[in-house]
């Protein structure tokens, strides 16, 4: 159980465009879910948390109007990287929280490798 | 502010031996929870282990055991009987559980690259 399913697995686009990350929750409901970025052998960096029906929160440093986050229903939230640049590639993953009784944990989706040519 | 600090960028082990990944942090509070996480080739990230802080008991799931030293803030992980599909990154994470249960985010350190030799 809780698993949160992460599409496009890899994803090449031209610089100038844009480009939408889905994560969906399968079993469960992720009222609140994260996104986090990692650059080659390194840890994930948390870039925002998003809440199902109101505005993400964005980390210092990360602009929001460039990696647009909506969290529209209690089972997906997108992951918007407008206007990318060859900078902007890197490899994406979203997490969501358990909730359980007794229960305190996150679950990953299987990441998003972004390359910008 | 807490903080994860994993200090062995890289360890290798031989197939069948024992190995110890190293995890301290740092945090004022009382009510957390660590875990272990391993991120194979695959980059997908595995929960492998997770110890509730007060706990005094080690948490062990098969071959993944931890030493957890709650008031040296300590929290290393051993695999036993190491085998090549351990090879990965692992992540050390601490959480922290808020007034009424609420959850925190997970803060990682910056992994250790785990190298199982045949």
């Known amino acids: 159980g809780a698993v949160v399913s992460q599409h496009p697995s890899r994803v090449i686009c031209k610089s100038g465009t844009s480009v939408k990350i889905e994560c969906r929750s399968l079993?469960?409901?992720?009222?609140?879910m994260f996104w986090y970025r990692q650059f080659p052998k390194q840890s994930l960096m948390l870039m925002a948390t998003s809440n199902e029906g109101s505005k993400a929160t964005y980390e210092q440093g990360v602009e929001k109007d460039k990696f647009l986050i909506n969290h529209a229903s209690l089972t997906l939230s997108t992951l918007t990287v407008t206007s990318a640049h060859p900078e902007d590639s890197s490899f994406y993953i979203c997490?969501?929280?358990?909730?359980?009784?007794?229960?305190?944990?996150?679950?990953f989706g299987s990441g998003t490798r972004l390359t910008v040519v | 502010a807490q903080t994860v600090t994993q200090s062995q960028p890289e360890m290798s082990v031989q197939e069948a031996e024992t190995v110890t990944l190293s995890c301290t942090y740092d945090t004022s509070e009382n009510n957390y929870y660590l875990f272990w996480y391993k991120q194979p080739p695959s980059r997908q990230m595995i929960l492998v282990i997770r110890?509730?802080?007060?706990?005094?008991q080690n948490a062990t799931e098969n071959r993944f055991s931890v030493n957890f030293q709650k008031a040296a803030k300590s929290f290393s992980l051993k695999i036993s009987d190491s085998q090549l599909g351990d090879t990965a990154m692992y992540f050390c994470?601490?959480?922290?559980?808020?007034?009424?249960?609420?959850?925190?985010?997970?803060?990682f350190g910056k992994g250790t690259k785990l190298s199982v030799k045949p």
């Open positions: 079993d469960f409901q992720a009222t609140t």
């Open positions: 994470a601490f959480m922290k559980v808020g007034y009424g249960g609420s959850q925190g985010n997970l803060i």
């Open positions: 997490s969501a929280r358990i909730f359980k009784t007794g229960y305190y944990g996150y679950t």
């Open positions: 110890q509730e802080a007060y706990k005094q």
